[in-house]
């Protein structure tokens, strides 16, 4: 079964403004952790973004923040201001600590910033 | 810094050979990871390592086996390789800790003719 989705195989932008990555999880664990990874054109796999299930504030990481709303399962990110260097494919995870803390990916949404 | 090594950028094999796929990790994580990338299908995972001589079954584990005989190598066989199994692996390591990501290695591009 599917444990997380992300719905936007592509996504377009305008530079400077700001772009929201869904993302939407399914668990009935307690605890787990979201992460979000972006993945340019190189191949590296780049770590972003931290949300524990716990915490009561949205993560934030420089232009990156984390639209965490637990009773919807869905943990978006966003990006503000976006530049020419955020294009790359975006992944979401989750860290099910009930499964010896395994990563789930999702399918993951390419991202382009249009000048 | 983390740094996760994989011993390959680029393989070519050909269908039927034994492949090894090696991976190193220089921060004594507990956790190594193996997933293969296709395009649509995101990072699936094939098997991990929470301990050394440990390995549990990801989601796609059938056609591959994995070694970790050292709290730092975690390797990924293919015993017979098939055409299907042409991809992009990808390896990571990450801490017991709630809120560690994982730290991947840069692939290995496998193509299997």
Do not use: H
């Given at each position: 079964a599917q444990k997380i989705t992300q719905t936007q195989p592509g996504m377009f932008v305008q530079e400077k403004e700001a772009v929201t990555l869904d993302c939407t999880y399914d668990t009935s664990d307690p605890s787990y952790g979201l992460f979000?990874?972006?993945?340019?054109?190189?191949?590296?796999?780049?770590?972003l973004i931290y949300q524990g299930s716990y915490d009561q504030q949205n993560a934030t990481e420089g232009r990156y923040s984390l639209?965490?709303?637990?009773?919807?399962?869905?943990?978006n990110?966003?990006?503000?201001?976006?530049?020419?260097?955020?294009?790359?494919m975006?992944?979401?995870?989750?860290r099910r600590k009930n499964t010896g803390n395994q990563f789930y990916f999702g399918t993951g949404t390419s991202l382009t910033v249009i000048p | 810094d983390v740094k996760v090594t994989q011993s390959s950028r680029y393989l070519?094999?050909?269908?039927?050979?034994?492949?090894?796929?090696?991976?190193?990790?220089?921060m004594d994580h507990e956790n190594m990871?193996?997933?293969?990338?296709?395009?649509?299908?995101?990072?699936?995972?094939?098997?991990?390592?929470?301990?050394?001589?440990?390995?549990?079954k990801g989601d796609i584990p059938e056609g591959y086996s994995v070694s970790r005989?050292?709290?730092?190598?975690?390797?990924?066989?293919?015993?017979?390789?098939?055409?299907?199994?042409?991809?992009?692996?990808?390896?990571?390591?990450?801490s017991g800790q709630e809120n560690s990501p994982l730290h991947f290695g840069n692939g290995t591009r496998l193509t299997v003719t």
């Open positions: 979000w990874y972006k993945q340019p054109s190189s191949g590296e796999m780049i770590f639209n965490f709303q637990k009773a919807r399962k869905s943990a990110l966003v990006i503000s201001a976006s530049q020419l260097g955020d294009s790359a975006y992944f979401c995870a989750m | 070519v094999k050909r269908t039927g050979e034994k492949v090894f796929l090696e991976c190193v990790q220089d990871f193996w997933y293969r990338q296709d395009p649509g299908l995101g990072l699936r995972l094939i098997y991990f390592s929470y301990d050394v001589k440990m390995k549990e005989e050292k709290k730092e190598r975690f390797s990924l066989i293919l015993e017979s390789a098939s055409t299907n199994q042409t991809s992009m692996y990808l390896c990571a390591s990450s």
